[in-house]
Structure formats: structure tokens, C-alpha cells
Nanobody
Framework: VQLQASGGGLAQAGASLRLSCAAS????????VAWFRQFPGKEREFVAA???????ITQDSVKGRFTIARDSANNAVNLQMNSLKPEDTAVYYC??????????????????WGQGTLVTVSS
């Protein structure tokens, strides 16, 4: 499965962006799909995940602002980001895999990764 992340760009604080993760060479059926982000000089951190037959989970710092959702008709998973803050500036990556519950928030829980899309939020 190949993943293609898109939708990043420049936004002002308080604005919204929607990231999309499209799959090719397969579908997301049966996979947990997650979004991670990486700040300069930092390790990749978990943002949100939608499990297959499992609840959606979201990192506390984006809860209430970011929503992850499957778009099965388009074989994609979207991350709707509202009320953006400058501290949301990062490269965002989508990932797919079959993690166990305890590794849904972990980078090593995922097998397939998209190339990353840069989100820049200005104040």
C-alpha cells in the first residue's frame, strides 16, 4: 500500500486546513490509519488515529480542534484541523498499519507511511 499525503500549506492562526491521506495499491480496509507530526529537530509525535473496529483516538493537545475521519468512497483518511495555532506548525505524516491497542500511538505500530506534508501556521 502506498500512501500520499496532501493538503498542507500556509494558514493563519485560527484558520482551518484539511489534510488528506490517499491509498493506492490497496485500501484502508482492515488497517488503522493515523496522522503523526514532526517538529524540527524532534521525533515524530502522534496526532490522531482511526482504528478498524476500534475507537478513534486523538492527542490531548489537538482534541476538540482536529478530527480524523475515513472517506471510504475515496479510499482516503482526512484530518480536519480547525482553530490552528502557530505551535501546530510541523510536517504531518499519515501512516497505516495493524498496531495492537498499546501501540496505536507509537511510530513503530505502523507499517506504511506517506511522504509528509508541511503545515505552517502564522500568528
Amino acid at each position: 500500500v502506498q500512501l500520499q499525503a496532501s493538503g498542507g500549506g500556509l494558514a493563519q492562526a485560527g484558520a482551518s486546513l484539511r489534510l488528506s491521506c490517499a491509498a493506492s495499491g490497496g485500501t484502508f480496509r482492515g488497517y488503522t490509519v493515523a496522522w503523526f507530526r514532526q517538529f524540527p529537530g524532534k521525533e515524530r509525535e502522534f496526532v490522531a488515529a482511526t482504528g478498524w473496529g476500534r475507537p478513534t483516538i486523538t492527542q490531548d493537545s489537538v482534541k476538540g480542534r482536529f478530527t480524523i475521519a475515513r472517506d471510504s468512497a475515496n479510499n482516503a483518511v482526512n484530518l480536519q484541523m480547525n482553530s490552528l495555532k502557530p505551535e501546530d506548525t510541523a510536517v504531518y505524516y499519515c501512516a497505516a498499519g495493524r498496531p495492537i491497542m498499546s501501540t496505536m500511538r507509537a511510530v513503530n505500530g505502523y507499517t506504511y507511511w506517506g511522504q509528509g506534508t508541511l503545515v505552517t501556521v502564522s500568528s
